[in-house]
């Protein structure tokens, strides 16, 4: 569904011109949808968000109660995480972390880290035993796995199975594990495997992923006669911005996660989606300012663009969206530009051919002043737009509840 909630259209359509762009997010759905999402998987399997999708710190906190943790993968990321949801466990990931970022984490008592190099693990054991002596923080060796049954072959955004900078390639898998297990870095302890390998992959794909993982993760610990206790999968839950009625089947996933434990009894499994947790709940609103002819096709000019909405840019998309027909009067002297034919492109402001928003949208009349709710605005929207470019105005922000469950922030 990508039409707006009905909350989300009364806000759209009811914000003064000057409030617009505007980023509606409903937080009653992202609960409902992070319920389903939590009782869908198997007791141990843990949940962890990937902040990176959207860290805007009302969906942080409205995640709180259905997920164990947040993984994040900046020292930014970590302040402002652990700020929004104190208390709340954290795993630190990400490539080419800084002395100055391990050792806040340290100081954090971050428990989780996914280390991503060699180099990386003896920085972590170095600056442990300096900054953190008391602790013994929990290592996940992130490794770029070669999947054999191409099962990365349809994701977009592919991290894994090919050369890449992230994770330790699984050559140095058992000098790594060695180096945790001989006495070398007693100050850290090897918690086991993580692996993000891709996104944007159904639950048939990611189950062999996860199985693949979990079945290379395990070979590599008895090489070395220890146990891992955990096992991270990653996140990469596709969100098809094409077929939006089409969902991730967490159903078919939790069960597939569920066979897989009961095969390996003390293993915990811990997954750690973005994209495929918040993008439903958001929509950025905003109103059409122009529409005219181009070379036989029809343009629609709204306020704002791909600088503040950088996805379908970004995944070579059209955003799906859903037009709101104003019903106020006209308020200027000139006179109202209009579609005259049955389909047109949204443009944004931006002096760029590619500041496109969706293509081809059927909308016979659309208007000046009529209004647009781009769906699927929650995740990888704002946090990853350029939005200085042309110094247009900021969108504002609106977090939307049910009366009686707080108000809008
Ligand atoms: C290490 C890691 N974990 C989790 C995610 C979340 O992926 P997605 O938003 O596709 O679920 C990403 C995304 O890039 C990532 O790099």
Known sequence: MTAPTEQVRRRALSLPFEEL???????????????????ALPERAELYYAAKANPEPEILAALAPYVDGYEVSSGGELAHVAKAVPGSALAFGGPGKT????????ELGVARFHVESVYELRMLAELTARVAPASRPGVLLRFNLPLADASLRGSQLAMGGRPTPFGLDPAEADTVVRLLTDGTYPQLELLGVHAHLASGLDAA???????????????????????????NVGGGMDVDYARPEERFDWAAYGAGLSRLLDRHPELTLRIE????????CGWYATEVLDVKPSHGEEFAVVRGGTHHLRTP????????????????????????????????????????PKDVLSRGVP???????????????????????????????????????????????
């Open 313 to 352: 840019a970004t995944k070579g998309h059209d955003q799906p969206c859903t037009v709101l027909r104003s019903d106020r009067p006209w308020p200027h002297p000139w006179p109202r530009s209009a579609a005259t034919g049955e389909r047109v492109t949204f443009a944004g402001q931006l002096c760029t």
């Open 273 to 280: 989606p973005g994209r495929a947790l918040t993008a439903y």
């Open 21 to 39: 762009p505007a980023y509606l997010y409903d937080v009653d759905a992202l609960r409902t949808h992070a319920a389903a999402v939590r009782s």
């Open 99 to 106: 002395p100055a970022e391990i050792t806040a984490a340290l």
């Open 205 to 231: 794909e990611l189950l062999a992923s996860a199985e693949a993982v979990v079945a290379w993760s395990l070979g590599l610990a008895e090489r070395h006669g220890v146990r891992f206790r955990e096992v």
């Open 363 to 409: 909308a016979a009349g659309l208007r000046a002043g009529d209004r647009v709710a781009f769906a699927l605005a929650g995740a990888y929207a704002w946090n990853i737009s350029h939005h200085d470019f042309l110094m247009h105005p900021r969108p504002t922000f609106h977090f939307l509840r049910a009366e009686g469950h707080g108000a809008e922030a």
